[in-house]
């Protein structure tokens, strides 16, 4: 069985050249690994670093796409003026600083966040995350209440009404708009300094990223599945947060090297 599942494994990614690549970096589960919450993550201590590091060496080509909202990519990574997508792509910072924000229907998101937030207790309950944009429903903690998030997240749908869609991830499912994903955020941002005539590259785990891959590559770049998943579009795989963390360090080396 374990060599089944190898010979559908991606193959591990070339180390780039900088000099013509665009890279957007998704957070949980890529370069750093799950925590039982968000906010219980930790972080590699040479990974700020490494990203502000590769941001200068790719004239500020990097961005971070990540489900998390802005605010808390900011406080992760203490670097406010870092290019990046949050919230799928809901909130999206320029590289000059200025942030589009996706238009919502508040009242439907209300009429779901009300639902969720009176629903019964139960004793294996999952935890909802309120983003302000998007609201989701993490079962990390209690695996076996999958079914219940699922049915929670199926009501809140019904609740929300046009408009809003379900993006399910590793042990989470969230409600955000239609208008809303990945993908979309690497299109906007390779329509701009310093992205322009760049190949991108994607790093991504988790099904919100499989948009990105796809957008990278119909556009002549490459996307970079983190983990042990079979049923990505991405072209290339690595193991683990520490082997991206590895790749990452490998391309500022090359880099570095032949300057």
């Known amino acids: 069985m374990v060599a089944e599942v190898a010979e559908r494994l991606l193959p591990a990614p070339p180390v780039p050249d900088a000099a013509g690549i665009a ?38 080509a990097l961005a971070v796409i990540s489900g998390r909202p802005l605010a808390a990519i ?19 910072r320029r590289a000059d600083g200025h942030i589009d924000q996706a238009p919502i229907n508040v009242a439907a998101l209300d009429a779901a966040r009300t639902l969720l937030h009176t629903r019964p207790a139960r004793a294996d309950d999952v935890r909802i995350e309120d983003k302000g944009i998007a609201l989701a ?13 699922r049915e929670l997240a199926a009501a809140a749908l019904h609740a929300a009404g046009p408009g809003f869609e379900l993006q399910h991830g590793s042990f989470v ?72 963390r590895s790749w990452l360090a490998r391309i500022l080396r090359q880099h570095e090297s032949a300057a």
């Open 23 to 60: 890279l957007f970096v998704d957070l949980d589960g890529t370069v750093f690994e799950f925590a039982p919450t968000p906010d219980a993550v930790t972080i590699d201590a040479q990974l700020p670093a490494t990203l502000r590091r590769l941001s200068t060496t790719l004239d500020g």
């Open 74 to 92: 900011d406080t992760l990574l203490q670097w406010p003026q870092l290019i990046a997508a949050g919230q799928h792509g809901a909130e999206l």
């Open 137 to 149: 429903i993490h079962y990390r903690e209690f695996p076996r209440a999958e079914p219940f998030a």
């Open 173 to 244: 499912v969230e409600l955000k708009s239609t208008r809303v994903d990945k993908g979309r955020a690497l299109a906007m941002l390779m329509t701009q300094p310093p992205f322009i005539g760049r190949q991108p590259w994607v790093l991504g785990d988790d099904y919100a990223d499989e948009h990105a891959f796809a957008m990278a590559q119909s556009i002549g770049g490459a996307g970079v599945v983190v983990g042990m998943r079979t049923d990505s579009v991405a072209h290339y795989q690595l193991a683990d947060p520490a082997a991206a």
